[in-house]
């Protein structure tokens, strides 16, 4: 809904009603205490709150020229990598006083965000775009883009399995290799120091050299090997942590790479519905991923999850690389070009 918004009205509207109405369902919720309320509740905050995804994803192709596009996309995550710890460390300290502060903080910075957003930025007007003539086809809907869908679903147990660092490999460090909760905390938060302080450094020396496939096929194979690590090191701290490194630099290869590629075959037209699949595409990774994680972590135990994980990156890497060879247009960054102007 989020995406075919975006694409109706503009993604300036869309983020501005979504940080508004999620604002207010924050602290509505809060006052929520049946099953039934808080599942509405839920529901109807997350619609609002979530529809920001592709919207904010349009913004960002909109405010960034066509050569540092990819490192606009890495500025936004590591300012969302930036509030994840600064926000689960507000988020403990408030929980400690009374958990309605949570709702409370959590409605008045969607709130806050939303006015800065009027403030800081100007008003952009939903207009329709004339594609220019060019010899690159134009595709007018993601769900016709064959090789996009093929993305997507290659997205899906790239993404399912990637979740498993934030879910249920900590307990396998708290479980199986006896890692102190204050140290695997520690290992979280060294994910996003070195996002912080190394992706944009990263991203600059790679965009523009070679198609975005080429660095997500090599991040996710990256990732496939910091499982393979779990099963093959021994269970001490230090190994962890090169696990830890390994997985962080496959998801600074690939993710904002991810970006570039929808981006690269949307227009100003589309780009909403394009955003609005891959954001679909990561939310349905965070569902069925610690569903069958924990399936195969009863029946068969750890080492074959993590063989699990290693054998589904590689076969998402071998995908996403054929799709590089299969992509009808050589000059990407001309495609990129073309539809940015």
Known sequence: MGGKITDKVGFYYLQLGALLSGGVLF??????????????????????????????????????A??????????????????????GALGGFLASIDYHLLFYVDGCTNILAALLLMKLLPEVKKEKVVERPTNLPVIRSAYRDKLYLAFIFLTIPFASSF?????????????????????????????GIIIVTTEMLLVSKLENRRAPLYYISIGVLVAALSYALLNILPAIAWAAIISVCIITLGEMLAMPFMNAFWIGRSSENNRGEYAG????????????????????????????????????CICSSIGFMAINYLEPIRNWRGRVLNHSN
Do not use: D
Not at 166 to 190: D, N, R
């Open 163 to 191: 979740f498993q660092f934030f879910t249920l490999q900590p307990v396998f460090f708290k479980t199986e290799w006896h890692l102190t909760e204050q140290f695997i905390g520690g290992l979280m938060a060294l994910n």
């Open 277 to 312: 699949l891959y954001t679909m595409a990561w939310s349905a990774a965070q569902i069925i991923g610690p569903v069958y994680g924990a399936i195969l972590i009863q029946y068969g135990g750890y080492t074959m999850f993590w063989w699990f994980l290693t054998v589904i």
């Open 66 to 87: 066509e050569n540092t596009r990819i490192r606009s996309y890495s500025l936004n995550r590591l300012a969302i990598n930036l509030g994840w710890s600064f926000g």
């Open 27 to 64: 602290i509505l919720l809060s006052f929520l205490e049946t099953f039934i309320s808080l599942g509405i509740g839920t529901f109807l905050l997350s619609m609002c709150n979530e529809s920001f995804r592709p919207a904010n994803s349009a913004a960002v192709a909109y405010y960034s």
